[in-house]
Each structure stands twice: as structure tokens, then as C-alpha cells.
């Protein structure tokens, strides 16, 4: 994960911050504020300042010279093809780079090994990330538009489920925090507008009205289910 995986100082300080610690303060922007002045470098490990954070990001930015700026050409631009999920992806491509939309995907998936895995993934983080060769979880999105790869659920995305050994994992990505819940199954707060998303596809609670659900299908994929959350801009 880089600083380019958050769209903002606050985005930013939101990773260092527990849902614990925002259940007890209250208050996210007091969470923040603490984050900074009380903590700060002495037990947060290296946290960056505001100028700190744009001069960094910025050098990153020129770098690797994101996709949906300046020009630079959208993996999915030149996808012509019929798969529908692919055709999604797509349209999709662009809102998510400009933080317009969050979008989390289900799919389940055979293996390598010939066993199903299944998960949650966020598209624009697996998106972003496939700007770096060297990242950890790199994805060749041009090969995934080309038909010579599929994305494929892995242990390091929000939630991942091997059939075979019947174990999960979950983890935070840079746009949603996962908060498992008995009641619904699984939920995800997104960093930054702190709506909450029910990816329970048999939920029909307030929370699950935070995203819109939709399902395609596809050779590739199968059934494929998209969760598209319209990001709220806080002032």
C-alpha cells in the first residue's frame, strides 16, 4: 500500500485510527486531531505531516503517473469485448480513480490448486495498485481486459474464503475498514465518508441501501456481484 491508495490527508489518518478508538472519543475528526498532536511520530511510527504527506504523494504521483490523468489511458479504454463483467469493470474504471464511486466485488473463484475461493475485493485499490510493478499485491489489469488473466479473490483482499481449509481472512483496504457483525453477516465503512455497506446479499438493512447492488453474469466469472457506493463529500 502507497500514499497514492489515499485520497487525502484525513484518508491518511484514518489508517492509523482503531474503530475502537472512534467508538470511545465519538468523534472522528477528535480521533484525528489526537492522532497528530498526541501521538505523532512518538508511538504512530513514521506519520507523516499534512506538507509532509502532498509532498510525498505528489512525488509518487509523477512517477507513476496514475491512469484517468493527463491524459494517461484507462486499462479498460480499449476493452471491445462481450463479457459482461469485463464491460463492467470498465465503466467503472474511471469514476473509482477520481474517488467518485467505491465499488466492492464478490467472486467466486477455482484455484489453482482446483479448489473454490471466494471474496470481497476493492476494485479501486486492486486498481491503483496495478500502477506499481513491485507492489506486493500486484494485479495485470491489462492482461484481465486482454482475457490472459482473472482477477482472482487473494488472502490479502477485504475478505478472503478457501472452501478446502474452510478459513476466512479479512482485512482493511485503503477505501473500506471491515467490521465483522453476527446480525449481517459482514460490513464494510468506507474511510471516507464513514458510510457503512452491508455486502450481505440477503440483507435488506438500512445499512445495505448505502451501496447498489447489482449481479452479472459472466464465462469468465460466473455470477459476479458488484456493490457501487456513491461517495458523500464531507465538508
Known amino acids: 500500500m502507497t500514499l497514492l491508495n489515499y485520497g487525502s490527508y484525513e484518508e491518511y489518518l484514518d489508517h492509523f485510527i482503531d474503530i475502537n478508538d472512534v467508538r470511545y472519543i465519538r468523534n472522528w475528526n477528535v480521533s484525528r486531531q489526537f492522532i497528530q498532536t498526541a501521538c505523532g511520530k512518538s508511538c504512530m511510527?513514521?506519520?507523516?505531516?499534512?506538507?509532509?504527506?502532498?509532498?510525498?504523494?505528489?512525488?509518487?504521483?509523477?512517477?507513476?503517473?496514475?491512469?484517468?490523468?493527463?491524459?494517461?489511458?484507462l486499462f479498460g479504454a480499449s476493452y471491445k469485448g462481450d463479457d459482461e463483467v469485463l464491460k463492467q469493470f470498465a465503466l467503472r474504471e474511471l469514476k473509482l480513480i477520481n474517488k467518485q464511486i467505491a465499488t466492492i466485488v464478490f467472486l467466486i473463484m477455482r484455484s489453482q490448486k482446483g479448489f473454490d475461493i471466494s471474496g470481497y475485493i476493492d476494485l479501486e485499490q486492486s486498481l491503483r495498485e496495478s500502477s506499481c510493478r513491485n507492489s506486493e499485491h500486484?494485479?495485470?489489469?491489462?492482461a484481465i481486459f486482454e482475457g490472459k488473466a482473472k482477477l482472482v479473490p487473494g488472502p490479502h483482499d477485504l475478505s478472503y474464503f478457501d472452501w478446502y481449509s474452510n478459513k476466512v481472512r479479512f482485512n482493511d483496504s485503503a477505501n473500506f475498514r471491515v467490521i465483522p457483525n453476527g446480525a449481517h453477516s459482514l460490513l464494510m465503512m468506507?474511510?471516507?465518508?464513514?458510510?457503512?455497506?452491508?455486502?450481505?446479499?440477503?440483507?435488506?438493512?438500512?445499512?445495505?441501501?448505502?451501496?447498489?447492488?447489482?449481479?452479472?453474469?459472466?464465462?469468465?466469472?460466473?455470477?459476479?456481484?458488484?456493490?457501487?457506493?456513491?461517495?458523500?463529500?464531507?465538508?
Not at 511510527?45 to 489511458?73: C, D, I, Y
Not at 465518508?193 to 447489482?214: F, P, Q, T, W
Request: net charge positive; with cysteine; glycine share 8%.
Open 138 to 142: 500486484y494485479v495485470n489489469w491489462q
Open 45 to 73: 511510527g513514521p506519520l507523516l505531516s499534512r506538507s509532509e504527506f502532498a509532498e510525498q504523494r505528489k512525488k509518487l504521483e509523477f512517477m507513476w503517473n496514475p491512469r484517468g490523468k493527463g491524459g494517461s489511458v
Open 190 to 235: 468506507h474511510r471516507g465518508d464513514l458510510k457503512v455497506v452491508c455486502v450481505n446479499a440477503g440483507c435488506n438493512c438500512s445499512d445495505s441501501r448505502n451501496a447498489i447492488r447489482n449481479v452479472y453474469r459472466s464465462s469468465i466469472y460466473g455470477d459476479c456481484m458488484f456493490f457501487d457506493h456513491i461517495i458523500r463529500r464531507i465538508h
